[in-house]
């Protein structure tokens, strides 16, 4: 099973300000990684996958990046409703599907 | 548009059985692979199992030999039936569909219905 792994587990910024966030695969993914935000009391919604698309309707302050074993979501200008869970996913070593433990984007 | 509603959670004793309903609008199961995922109280993700457009199904581990997941195309609905059920399995169930064979990841989510098992 791939682990996936997620940090920081918590992650305080300011409205306006730039987050970055990690997520390493303990092998090789390729480019079969999502990206989903969970915001409280809602279900996940994809932002990204293959590593770096969009998924439709995804703002642009919203990029990833990565292949491999190492990726990163960035979110460029935080907005007030981009304060939420975020977790990676893997889709390339099937069927089973992992998820990482997940990266909360606080207020600072 | 597209929707995934879920239905069927509620309060079991351990040892209990349930089944969850997922009913799909704006797309065809039969066509897709669709799949649950759960999210235990204040916890993350977890993929609990698949069901391919060719009918072969898979599950997690933590599942397996307990659920089976099925669909019936002429109420295009997607099922996971729940048996043994155990504390741990508590959590909130999605539904979604799935886009890995088109290496998109999990695209469309159900709001979810929660499944606790409690005596």
């Known amino acids: 099973e791939i682990v996936m792994t997620q940090s920081p587990a918590t992650l305080s910024v300011s409205p306006g300000e730039r987050a970055t966030l990690s997520c390493r695969a303990s092998q090789s993914v390729s480019t079969n990684l999502a990206w989903y935000q969970q915001r409280p009391g809602q279900a996940p919604r994809l932002l990204i996958y293959g590593a770096s698309t969009r998924a439709t309707g995804i703002p642009a302050r919203f990029s990833g990046s990565g292949s491999g074993t190492e990726f990163t979501l960035t979110i460029s200008s935080l907005q007030s409703e981009d304060f939420a869970v975020y977790y990676c996913q893997q889709y390339n070593n099937w069927p089973a599907l992992t998820f990482g433990g997940g990266t909360k984007v606080e207020i600072k | 548009e597209v929707q995934l509603v879920e239905s069927g959670g509620g309060l079991v004793q351990p040892g209990g059985s349930l089944r969850l309903s997922c009913a799909a609008s704006?797309?065809?199961?039969?066509?897709?692979?669709m799949g649950w995922v759960r999210q235990a109280p204040g916890k993350g993700l977890e993929w609990v199992s698949v069901i391919y457009t060719g009918d072969s199904t898979y599950y997690a581990d933590s599942v397996k030999g307990r659920f089976t997941i099925s669909r019936d195309n002429s109420k295009n609905t997607v099922y996971l039936q729940m048996n043994s059920l155990r504390a741990e399995d508590t959590a909130v169930y999605y539904c979604?569909?799935?886009?890995?064979?088109?290496?998109?990841?999990?695209?469309?989510w159900g709001q979810g219905t929660l499944v606790t098992v409690s005596s």
């Open positions: 704006g797309f065809i199961v039969s066509s897709n692979y």
């Open positions: 979604v569909r799935d886009l890995r064979w088109l290496q998109q990841g999990l695209d469309y």
